[in-house]
């Protein structure tokens, strides 16, 4: 099992749309989540972090955690074409004692159709 | 805040010569920074973790005489790039970090002729 999955899509919604990316980890003892958004051709860029259980909302993002679950999701509201991009999950796992490493998700593929 | 720059850009440079390449966290002090390549359509692959002052840490398969990483003070980090070969055409991206956050560069694209 990967240590953070995510379905690599394509996930196609038309604009105006809810789009819901969906994340799965296998370390319990994760503390730290995080969303980034890459455009193609460009470096990654942070689109929230949540540490708790529950929704974190920022503008038209809300992240989710469900720590029981192990899974975190970011929901994208009113879709816009220009939020067509890959989205990464990234969790910060335990390697041992005072060895916390980010995990990186493959990514998930969003095109919003005008 | 948590700005990031990378220098430079782009470069072309000519196989069997060196490139280096800059990492500088502009408003904030980073001990630890973070070397990662992509290639065309591929995931983010981390090279290395950089912490100030110390040896850098490279990922199972990287060649740390081939990708060398200087991490001399806490807003700098710089990866050099030695003796190229086109094989190591890549889109380059520095992260730092700061409060379990990694902040990423724009990136720098290497292309060897």
């Known amino acids: 099992q990967k240590e953070v999955e995510q379905n690599s899509g394509p996930l196609s919604v038309p604009e105006g749309a809810i789009a819901s990316l969906n994340c799965t980890y296998s370390d319990r003892g994760s503390q730290s989540f995080f969303w980034y958004r890459q455009y193609s051709g460009k470096s990654p860029e942070l689109i929230m972090s949540?540490?708790s259980n529950g929704d974190k909302e920022d503008g038209r993002f809300t992240a989710q955690l469900n720590k029981a679950s192990q899974y975190v999701s970011l929901l994208i509201r009113d879709s816009q074409p220009s939020d067509s991009a890959t989205y990464l999950c990234a969790v910060i796992v335990l390697k041992g004692r005072d060895n916390r490493k980010l995990i990186w998700g493959l990514g998930t593929s969003l095109a919003v159709n005008p | 805040g948590a700005v990031v720059s990378q220098h430079p850009s782009w470069v072309i440079c000519k196989s069997g010569t060196s490139v280096k390449i800059e990492c500088r966290s502009l408003d904030f002090q980073a001990t630890t920074m973070f070397w990662y390549r992509q290639f065309p359509k591929q995931s983010l692959m981390l090279m290395a973790t950089?912490?100030?002052?110390?040896?850098?840490?490279?990922e199972q398969g990287v060649e740390k005489d081939k990708f060398l990483i200087n991490h001399a003070s806490l807003t700098l980090s710089t990866l050099t790039v030695t003796s190229a070969h086109p094989e190591d055409s890549s889109f380059y991206i520095c992260?730092?970090?700061?409060?379990?956050?990694?902040?990423f560069g724009p990136g720098t694209r290497l292309t060897v002729l």
């Open positions: 992260s730092a970090m700061t409060a379990d956050t990694q902040y």
């Open positions: 949540i540490y």
């Open positions: 950089s912490n100030e002052g110390s040896k850098a840490t490279y």
